[in-house]
Nanobody, 127 residues
Framework: QVQLVESGGGLVQAGGSLRLSCAAS????????MGWFRQAPGKDREFVAA????????DYVDSVKGRFTVSRDNDKNTVYLQMNSLKADDTAVYYC????????????????????WGRGTQVTVSS
């Protein structure tokens, strides 16, 4: 089992920045592909970013490319989402997710690709 706990959410003005963290415990973190998803009020949960377990492969939804950066520190069992130039449309609950992968470069971009989820952290961007 893997337990995931997100932190770093909050209220920020448009154009500002936040860094989300996701701390993992349980199975060997370095063998998990990690992802970030978000769910805005009244909308479906959507993919935001993903990173392979060796950190060399990443992917992003088009709407955050150039503004968000996903990274990980396997020594600290933590994955990060640096969010810059935030917009009101980025307001959502952000969820961290993990999936066991055999290849160090594998990433998943769909909810079905993940087996473990955190409880989420609220990000609110005021315009």
């Amino acid at each position: 089992q893997v337990q995931l706990v997100e932190s770093g959410g909050g209220l920020v003005q448009a154009g500002g920045s936040l860094r989300l963290s996701c701390a993992a415990s349980g199975r060997t973190f370095s063998t998990f592909g990690m992802g970030w998803f978000r769910q805005a009020p009244g909308k479906d949960r959507e993919f935001v970013a993903a990173i392979s377990w060796n950190g060399l492969a990443t992917d992003y939804v088009d709407s955050v490319k150039g503004r968000f950066t996903v990274s990980r520190d396997n020594d600290k069992n933590t994955v990060y989402l640096q969010m810059n130039s935030l917009k009101a449309d980025d307001t959502a609950v952000y969820y961290c997710a993990a999936t066991f992968v055999e290849s160090p470069l594998t990433i998943a971009t769909t909810q079905r690709g993940y087996s473990h989820w955190g409880r989420g952290t609220q990000v609110t961007v005021s315009s």
